[in-house]
């Protein structure tokens, strides 16, 4: 039987606030253990929440920049469940009224599949601490630092049919939270997190199947791997005959399956209601409309302009304008050097592959974008070839220096005196008189591939530093003259 | 509207409160009772009346975000029954 695959996303992101969403405590990531963690953040009795504007601003935002309508009165409520990393035994989040209501985003998978995902809505709420379970004598520890911190949880519909264009969504998200700047986007610290709600049927059909939860994950690739394994999973038991359960499953990335946490039969009753504490937040037109300018240009709107301004591939501007501080960078590339096209590879090529092998962040890479532009200009003006800049690239990555320092501290710069490149050549030809033999015997046809081995031997003699353009020629014209 | 005893358990589980077995029957006729008192006030008609969140009419106040509260970890740990590395420690959770 043919089965098609129904995906709902709901993604928590982490607002990149300087203070907590209902306390004065700071967001800061890494610092010691509740020492973030003020009298709100841990319930004691006699404190009230205050709302923080900015986390309001920044919902707005969000709202805005995914076509939604922005909820003009959100009222908070009471989650209620026990959990020692929740010290009021309630989560404040939003239910029936939240802040930003129905929008969509355009979503493109690397195959080139579109589909336009429907959000049911993003609320505003609070995260919750940490609990670590190393032993403590027998015990467990809690950090609160975290306790507070305003999230806000975007909710798709189930629009996605693969595990692809579910990574394609949850990128997609990324690149727009970090461009409007209400998240650091920074997945391994946790600051977005999602949780996959699949399910399959057969093809064609309307009913949707029994859905299960993947928890908690927490980047792209294990998105579509989770989704895959559970996939697998779901339709392995019921061609055995087995039901799907509605359950909430754990992804264990190590062992590339997903495991039962707890089943919907025990749920937590939630017991939903308004939050006395915090009354209605109303806003009124000219607030949203003030917020709607201050929005940058989001992501789909940068694609575009790369294609029409820089004339990028659909493909290289996806990609550049994926993250918007690998946008940022690649727009710096391209003022320091431009060249749109030659910014582009090296920003999606040796800078990525640098930074992928060391696991660093396009904003903390020791290359500056001045740094890789001034390394591109001198590849443009033939100081250096391609492949010489890569060697100076490595000895900027690892020493720092501007590429004309290293250039001129290492002698790389290009032999483009033809005088000096003929005599090498001549050399060259001298002492190869069994190659030269062989490329006066071949058929002219064939004869341009055996210049390889002779330009090998020039760039040897050179240490790679004469240029490529000029040595072909120049040997071309010495072995032809030496057939007549 | 009517609870029995099971209900009576099940709400005082959720709520992590102990009860004695001897007071689920007064529990159960109290709480039956407070709801045949909601179910009396459901009968009132109130279409087009619009729900009240507060009866001052007011709205929420929002803060600036600027940190105002420090590290105050020792004072607010001094009431805690047991800490570590600067952790509270709580019976052991699992999954």
Partial sequence: ?484 | MSLDRSDVERIAHLARLQIDESDIPAYTENLSNILNLIDQMQQTDTSGVAPLANPLDAVQRLRADEVTEGNQREALQKAAPAVEDGLFLVPRVIE
């Avoid at chain 1, 509740?34 to 935002?61: I, S």
Wanted: glycine content about 8%; overall charge negative; aromatic content about 8%.
């Fill in chain 1, 1 to 484: 039987m043919e089965w098609e695959v129904v995906i709902g996303l709901e993604i928590h992101v982490q607002l990149s606030t300087t203070t907590k969403i209902f306390s004065g405590a700071s967001t800061a990531f890494g610092a010691e253990p509740n020492t973030q963690a003020c009298a709100v953040d841990l319930a004691l009795p006699g404190t009230l929440p205050v709302f923080n504007e900015n986390a309001l601003r920044m919902a707005v935002m969000f709202g805005l920049a995914v076509n939604a309508e922005i909820g003009k009165r959100s009222v908070f409520e009471r989650k209620n469940y026990f959990y020692p990393d929740l010290p009021k035994g309630y989560q404040t989040t939003q239910l029936a009224e939240p802040i930003v209501g129905p929008g969509f985003v355009d979503i493109e998978t690397e195959e080139g599949v579109q589909r336009r995902v429907r959000l049911h809505h993003a609320h505003l709420e609070e995260d919750a601490g940490k609990s670590l379970h190393e032993d403590f004598h027998g015990m467990s520890g809690i950090d609160l630092n975290r306790a507070g911190t305003p999230l806000v949880e975007i909710v798709s519909e189930p629009d996605m049919r693969s595990s692809k264009e579910a990574a394609a969504y949850a990128r997609k998200i990324h690149a727009i939270v970090t461009t409007l700047g209400i998240c650091d986007g920074n997945m391994a610290e946790g600051s977005m997190r999602c949780d996959c709600n699949v399910s399959v049927r057969p093809k064609g059909q309307e009913e949707y199947g029994t859905r299960t939860e993947l928890k908690n994950i927490n980047s792209f690739r294990f998105i579509e791997r989770a989704i895959d394994t559970e996939v697998a999973r779901q339709i392995d038991l019921i061609e055995d005959g087995g039901t799907v359960l509605q359950e909430t499953r754990l992804y264990d990335p190590d062992k590339n399956q997903t495991r039962s946490m707890r089943s919907k039969e025990d749920a937590n009753d939630y017991r939903y209601f308004p939050c006395p504490d915090l009354l209605p937040v109303v806003i009124d037109d000219s607030y949203i409309e003030a917020i709607r300018e201050t929005l940058p240009e989001l992501p789909d709107a940068r694609r575009e302009r790369f294609i029409s301004e820089y004339k990028l591939s659909d493909y290289d501007a996806g990609v550049l304008s994926g993250y918007s501080a690998q946008a940022d960078y690649y727009e710096a590339v391209v003022k320091a050097c431009g060249d749109t096209k030659l910014a582009a590879n090296w920003v999606m090529g040796e800078l990525a592959k640098y930074l992928n092998q060391n696991d660093i962040d396009i904003k903390q890479s020791p290359v500056s974008a001045d740094q890789l532009g001034g390394l591109l200009e001198r590849i443009k003006d033939d100081t250096i070839s391609g492949n010489i800049a890569k060697k100076v690239f490595e000895t900027m990555w690892t020493d720092g220096g501007s590429a004309d320092e290293i250039i001129e501290a290492k002698g790389l710069k290009q032999v483009t005196d033809t005088g000096a490149i003929e005599k090498i050549v001549d050399d060259v030809i001298a002492n190869a008189d069994k190659q030269v033999e062989q490329y006066k015997a071949a058929e002219p046809e064939k004869r341009g591939k055996m210049l390889g081995f002779f330009m090998g031997q020039v760039m040897k003699a050179t240490g790679g530093k004469a240029n490529p353009g000029a040595v072909t020629g120049i040997l071309k014209k010495k072995l032809d003259a030496l057939c007549d």
